[in-house]
């Protein structure tokens, strides 16, 4: 049985979004403040945290900045905002995904759902591949899901990873927003084509010489993107 942690200062939403997910045959544990989150995060074994973003104490950026020094399972942002920049500033600390209140329980579970079937295939293709793909400056190691460019080490999260894996090893194919989130986050209808494009611009910060001009992943106009060989 998959555990989730709840961190949601709101009792009547935590206790829906609980409820919800014992029927569908999860675990689930509540912490009401960011710092009981943290505590029941680091000292008990989840696979996936829902996490609010509005919380006493510390908030949900402060939470997933510090879980994210130590844990690599999803999390997923849940918020009450709609601006892009509290999107991008969540997903830029380590987020996986995000969901904006109000919404549909039956989407919420949907969307953990999704985000651990993606998590437990990157595992699985792990353990059975453990070779290196080399393409221009970049070399990805799947074995340590540890990527270089230029021989220097960067830091990428979880979905950034499978993102840049997915891209290089489809070179030349342009993709649409659309098709990467299915891809990527695992469900297409309920997908948001800000999540794709916010890591797409990640990924050209880390890879790119010139992120404004990028040689690597291409923006193919009313299409989508590809990774491209210069």
Same mark, same amino acid.
Do not use: W
């Given at each position: 049985m998959k555990r989730i942690l709840i961190i949601e200062d709101d009792t009547e939403i935590a206790m829906i979004e609980r409820d919800y997910l014992l029927v569908n045959d999860f675990e689930a544990? !509540?912490?009401?403040?960011?710092?009981? =989150?943290?505590? &029941?995060?680091?000292?008990?074994?989840?696979?996936?945290?829902?996490?609010? /973003?509005?919380l006493p104490g510390?908030?949900?950026?402060?939470?997933?900045?510090?879980?994210?020094?130590?844990?690599?399972i999803p999390i997923i942002m849940v918020t009450a905002?709609?601006?892009? !920049?509290?999107?991008?500033?969540?997903? =830029?600390?380590? &987020?996986?995904?995000?969901?904006?209140k109000?919404?549909?329980?039956?989407? /919420?579970?949907a969307?953990?759902?999704?985000?651990?079937?993606?998590?437990?295939?990157?595992?699985?293709?792990?353990?059975?591949?453990?070779?290196?793909?080399?393409?221009?400056d970049i070399c990805i190691q799947e074995g340590s899901r540890r990527v270089f460019v230029r021989d220097r080490e960067i830091e990428v999260k979880n979905k950034e990873y499978e993102l840049l894996l997915f891209l290089v090893t489809n070179i030349d194919l342009v993709f649409s927003k659309e098709m990467l989130y299915e891809r990527i986050w695992g469900f297409n209808a309920l997908g948001d084509n800000a999540t794709v494009a916010v890591h797409i611009n990640r990924l050209r910060e880390k890879i790119e010489d010139d992120p404004a001009n990028p040689k690597y992943i291409q923006t193919v106009w009313g299409a989508g993107y590809r990774f491209n060989i210069y």
């Open positions: 544990k !509540i912490a009401k403040t960011g710092n009981e =989150g943290i505590q &029941a995060a680091l000292a008990e074994q989840y696979d996936l945290i829902l996490l609010d /973003l509005m510390a908030d949900g950026f402060s939470v997933c900045r510090k879980l994210r020094e130590t844990l690599d905002k709609q601006e892009d !920049i509290d999107m991008i500033r969540g997903l =830029g600390l380590g &987020a996986d995904d995000y969901i904006t109000p919404f549909s329980p039956n989407v /919420l579970v969307h953990v759902k999704a985000n651990l079937s993606q998590y437990q295939r990157l595992k699985n293709n792990i353990h059975r591949n453990m070779s290196e793909i080399c393409v221009g």
